[in-house]
């Protein structure tokens, strides 16, 4: 009985330095050689090397003068300890009341715009209620709102938004896509003449 009660302490053991200590470094190892970005958390710096976010984690942005993202669900709105969705259905009265809030909202600050033309992203919250990125054209519905904000030429602003769209990944997955963030860094930049 003792020799088994040893075996089984010195395999307790042996297990826990390989799988508690030894495994989760050589992860943390080859995630900090091979994918040294994304180990870190997909940080985002601005121009003077503070992090200013993640390229994975939404942020609220909702002066005229920058690009707005998806509406988020998410506890009091991109908040990255309460990610969900708001569960409401199709049928929900209080989802069609958000939604109609949202677009009267939009349709106030882009003037001449009619309902038809706002992405439907732009009134929805996603199911993680983090979403970084919109679609090129939620971009281009907020381009001339971001460029009279500015003072900016609304073709320099349009040329930003498609320099900072990103393809399908590997040309066939997903949709092409805009990050908030990095768009709005960009405004910075072009605003303050760097």
Not at 54 to 63: E, P, R, V
Not at 78 to 94: E, Q
Request: glycine residues 14%; hydrophobic residues 45%.
């Amino acid at each position: 009985m003792l020799t088994d009660l040893r075996r089984g302490v010195v395999a307790l053991a042996v297990f826990t330095v390989l799988v508690g200590l030894a495994y989760p470094l050589l992860l943390l190892g080859v995630g900090q050689v091979a994918f040294r970005g994304a180990a870190d958390g997909s940080l985002v710096r601005g121009a003077d090397g503070r992090v200013v976010g993640s390229s994975l984690i939404g942020q609220a942005f909702d002066a005229p003068g920058y690009f707005w993202g998806r509406p988020s669900a998410a506890g009091d709105g991109y908040d990255a300890g309460a990610s969900g969705a708001s569960n409401l259905g199709p049928t929900s009265r209080k989802l069609a009341d958000t939604v109609r809030e949202r677009v009267r909202a939009l349709l106030a600050s882009h003037p001449g715009a009619t309902a038809a033309d706002i992405p439907a992203e732009l009134v929805t919250a996603s199911g993680s209620g983090l979403d970084p990125d919109i679609s090129p054209a939620a971009a281009a519905f907020q381009v001339d709102r971001v460029a009279a904000a500015r003072g900016l030429d609304p073709g320099r602003v349009r040329a930003l938004v498609r320099r900072h769209t990103e393809g399908r990944d590997l040309g066939f997955l997903g949709e092409p896509r805009v990050s908030v963030l990095r768009l709005n860094l960009a405004l910075d930049t072009v605003s303050s003449g760097r």
